[in-house]
């Protein structure tokens, strides 16, 4: 052998190797051809990761146990939340396809309900939105709201990661904006006259280059308007 790359997957560990004998010609290997082969061996491990999300077998992960009250996410057998209050059953499973790890219930409306989650494979927290009456037609719109989402990568919308099935249900997983909802802030107590003009014009401005591209947000209100950190 002469150049050997582990495919070291980020949820997994080390799932494989690739491994390269000598070369036909006299010529030994250089500087650059053992940064390809580590390139493809990164590469290798992304796809098996992203083909382990997209396992079958996640359709049959029981649905998490969720706290009613305070809306913690517990393992499936939890049957008591911390709070003291007994559970009922999630929407979503405790972990999905062994690297989203549901946490909280964060946000709740007439058509879906808002979970956080912990990437456990990149170590950050995501929002995922699930549908509240799942159906064949809110199903649908919620892949459309994501690919136009996608789509746009405007600055003042959150980012999309990706769409996951569970259960033949679409779970929209998208960046998680950890400074709240107006919702929020207005709970809190009035406004300054300040922050009201701000946040209208950057909504407006928003809103304008939306339109300009021919789509209509058509719910806008405060549980739906978040803030960054």
């Known amino acids: 052998l002469r150049i050997m790359a582990a495919i070291n997957s980020p949820t997994f560990g080390c799932v494989g190797v690739i491994a390269l004998g000598p070369k036909v010609t006299d010529f030994e290997y250089t500087t650059d051809d053992c940064g390809f082969v580590s390139s493809v061996a990164s590469a290798a491990a992304l796809a098996f990761d992203s083909l382990r999300l997209r396992d079958r077998a996640a359709d049959f992960e029981i649905p998490a146990a969720e706290c009613p009250s305070c809306g913690l996410i517990h393992d499936g057998d939890t049957e008591t939340c911390t709070c003291g209050e007994l ?20 946000g709740k409306g007439g058509m879906g309900v808002v979970y956080r989650a912990a990437d ?20 649908d719109s919620l892949v459309k709201e994501a690919k136009a989402m996608a789509r746009i990568g405007d600055p003042q919308l959150a980012v999309v990661h990706g769409v996951e099935i569970w259960r033949g249900t679409p779970l ?58």
Do not use: M
């Open 120 to 139: 456990l494979a990149l170590g950050r927290d995501v929002a995922v939105k699930v549908l509240a009456r799942p159906n064949d037609h809110a199903a």
């Open 87 to 106: 559970t009922q059953q999630a929407r979503v499973p405790y972990v999905l396809r062994g690297v989203f790890r549901f946490e909280r219930r964060i």
């Open 172 to 229: 929209l997983i998208q960046e998680f904006l950890s400074g709240g909802t107006l919702a929020d802030r207005i709970a809190n107590g009035p406004l300054d006259a300040a922050d009201v003009v701000r946040f209208g014009l950057t909504l407006s401005e928003l809103l304008v280059r939306l339109h300009a591209k021919g789509l209509a947000h058509g719910d806008i209100k405060p549980s739906n308007i978040g803030f960054s950190a």
